[in-house]
């Protein structure tokens, strides 16, 4: 009996009904996490069909070798499905839900709005300062002559406080909506899996050859290397603020930080794999609407842009520090990281801790399925 895709059928309908003849026909079981997952299941709840969508990295393996993709008529396109799961499962678990929807269906007047009122707020705080905008300024606590450290630390201390509730009690929800039965599987060697899929991201080298996105005839590994260089950039950075904290809060010792001294060096190197990365991969993103006629979702596009935004700034403040722009350069970089973290749990960001997690869920199950296959014997028994 063929099966049609009918006019009426929901999202959920949708998804349920690909997954099923996925489950049926298995060629595409060998390219990534998804497929021996689904296998696993013979119906597929919502929370499955997310957890399955967070498994998946979007490379279009599956789409470019699919039968049964459109213009046939089981219409079964499988990224495509599994990204708009994603995409929906990230504004169902967020919180508080009516801000998770205004800024995730407006990632681009969100990041104007947050840069422009963290650069007026900037501009406000340092005319209260009595402090010219264009003065040369430098030495020790220059920085806080522009922004008194007490309310760099209170606007970016609660705002981190923001991200990590956020970010982690949508991932706790998640977590709770799946139907994973670990049974005995032991958690440090789900854990050590996860840290050997994550730490090379594997998934992304497309099992040898590359990632078939964009170019589904020329597979790279440019794509693992532009993630590898944001992600390692995007760690850097961070390592680099807190070496300054323990310089500044420990040693005593004031920024602006000499080029040689270790914050500014691995805020160097960081900046530089953030730029590279979050450049190619907007590059790709273009590629992609070129060669595929996918036109980036902005979504895709505003993330990337305000993390390359951020970055930018922060190089271009490290060059001209010593100048009379410091203050407008510190002014619009402080801007640029405000508007980064208020947009970044409602922003693709979440996609990390979320494929954390499908992964952790991934390796706990397939660890319990020689358990599952005895206790089901059992029952027979
Ligand atoms: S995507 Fe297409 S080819 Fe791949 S398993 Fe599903 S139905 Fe089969
Ligand atoms: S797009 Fe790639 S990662 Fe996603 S399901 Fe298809 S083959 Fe797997």
Known sequence: MRRHKLPTETFLESAQRQLNICNACRYCEGYCAVFPALELRSTF??????????????????????MYAPPHEFGVDIPATLRTARDAGYVRYAWPHRLATLLWHHPRASVAV??????VAALVAESANGRS?????????????????LGMVLAFGLAALFIIAVVSGAIVTFWRSGTVRPGKASWGAAWRGVIADVVPLRYLGGGGPGCPYPDPDRPSHGRRLLHQ???????????????????????????????????????????????????GLLHLRYAAWRLRHERPAPQDVSFVAVLNLVAITGMILLILRATPAMPILLDLHLASVFALFLTLPYSRFVHAAYRVAALLRNRLEEAAQPQLGAEDEGVAA
């Open 45 to 66: 709840t919502e929370a499955d069909v997310t957890y399955l969508a967070n498994l998946c990295h979007d490379c279009r393996a599956c789409l470019d070798a699919c």
């Open 114 to 119: 947050a840069t422009l009122g963290g650069f």
């Open 133 to 149: 905008l264009v003065a040369g300024r430098s030495g020790p606590g220059s920085f806080y002559t522009v922004i008194p450290w």
């Open 229 to 279: 260089a944001v992600l390692y950039g995007f760690l850097l950075d961070f390592a680099s603020t807190c070496v300054a904290a323990i310089y500044q809060d420990i040693l005593h010792r004031m920024p602006p930080y000499p080029v040689t001294s270790l914050p500014v060096l691995l805020g160097i190197i960081g900046g530089v794999g953030v730029i590279a990365g979050c450049t």
